[in-house]
């Protein structure tokens, strides 16, 4: 995956650090993979605690299936494809209501403030599954098919679902 | 070459092979809807790139579970405690408490006269009910404190939440009274400057 990464980990040998019992080697995992997965799920749902519990509830499933992981070249995907079920699964619970971060920072200049609401907002109108992939594409770089496989969907509906969007996407941000 | 279509995102970022790449640039050349749809890609592309990565609130530290003194201490008992249980199986040794002496015995077993026996009688215990109510509601109590605190945070956040938005909102409709005074001004400017008929 071409993510912004510093000092980039091996995560494999990590993996089998901890697999080893080197619980605390773990952390080289979050430091990572902790804001990519963050601003995933926060874009996802639309609230930034909420996408910090689900962010930390994701490394935990991670933490405890890790032995079940068996492409640990994969890691991200995997990773990826945990905290995909998880927002999915907060999202089916909170069916109906809707997210928008609409909260000022202080410290920034106005337009990347507004160019950021107004895309968080036009986000927040497509479903989910359009949502998911104009995210992973766009902001995180995936391939079509490692989208395909976090979503177990066929690459040509993955395509499609990305399309779809970004004609509604046009049509709201003009 | 039939129309880009769902070849566009990947011609856009760059991610078709060379000969498919050159391919597309050869259609676009001389097809003017695809060129349309290429750019109105391109420029939403470029206008969700402008919103940047947030910094996560706070941060995720895995630490290792700490053994506690007592497992310290538990363990050389525990082989201890082993090593004696091995040493009791190995070799047979018996130890019997009658009539305020103890007998130890190696090896064979030391006949005794059996010992009479003693049928336990069955005591009639009543139910503690008032503990059993007791416990059941100190643990709804435990419950309903917990639940009470977990929607009292939930809460809290949403006043937040709202506390922001309210304040943006603010800050937005003194920025658009700030930029209606200017362009009113503005409009009177231009129209004073206007060359009379």
Not at chain 1, 3 to 15: A, M, S, T, Y
Not at chain 1, 84 to 93: A, D, G, K
Not at chain 2, 145 to 157: K, M, S, T
Request: proline share 5%; charged share 25%; glycine share 4%.
């Amino acid at each position: 995956l071409k993510l912004g990464r510093i000092n980039p980990v091996n995560d494999r040998k990590v993996i089998e650090r901890v697999l080893k019992g080197d619980t605390e080697a773990f952390n080289l995992l979050v430091r990572q993979w902790e804001k990519p997965l963050f601003n995933f799920i926060f874009r996802m749902i639309g609230d930034r605690d909420e996408a910090m519990d689900l962010c930390q509830e994701s490394f935990m499933k991670a933490y405890r299936e890790l032995g079940t992981l068996k492409d640990r070249d994969r890691f991200s995907a995997w990773l990826y494809r945990i905290a995909h079920n998880t927002c999915y699964s907060r999202l089916r619970r909170d069916a109906g209501k809707t997210f928008v971060e609409l909260q000022p920072e202080t410290g920034e200049v106005r337009m990347p403030i507004v160019n950021r609401l107004a895309v968080e907002t036009a986000l927040g109108h497509l479903p989910e599954d359009q949502r998911e992939v104009v995210i992973l594409k766009v902001f995180h770089s995936l391939k079509f098919d490692e989208i395909a496989a976090i979503q177990d969907a066929p690459v040509s509906t993955v395509k499609s679902r990305l399309y779809m969007g970004f004609d509604k996407l046009r049509s709201i941000l003009g | 070459m039939s129309h880009l279509s769902q070849k566009i995102a990947e011609f856009v970022l760059g991610e078709l092979s060379p000969t498919d790449a050159a391919d597309a640039q050869q259609h676009l050349a001389g097809c003017s809807d695809c060129r349309i749809e290429v750019e109105a890609f391109r420029r939403t592309h470029l206008y969700l790139k402008t919103s940047i990565d947030a910094e996560p609130p706070r941060r995720i530290i895995f630490e290792a579970e700490k053994r506690s003194i007592m497992w310290r201490w538990l363990v050389p008992i525990g082989a201890a405690a082993a090593v004696v249980l091995a040493a009791w199986i190995a070799a047979p040794v018996h130890v019997r408490w009658t009539d305020s002496q103890i007998t130890i015995a190696f090896g064979q077993v030391p006949e005794v006269p059996p010992a009479p026996v003693v049928m336990p009688q069955a005591l009639a215990q009543p139910v503690d009910y008032d503990r059993i109510i007791s416990a059941l509601r100190q643990e709804q109590l435990e419950w309903l404190r917990n639940e009470l605190n977990r929607r009292d945070v939930g809460l809290r956040r949403e006043i937040r939440r709202l506390d922001g938005s309210l304040a943006y909102l603010d800050n937005m409709q003194r920025v658009i009274y700030r930029d209606t005074i200017d362009n009113a001004s503005s409009i009177q400017l231009l129209a004073r400057n206007q060359p009379q008929e």
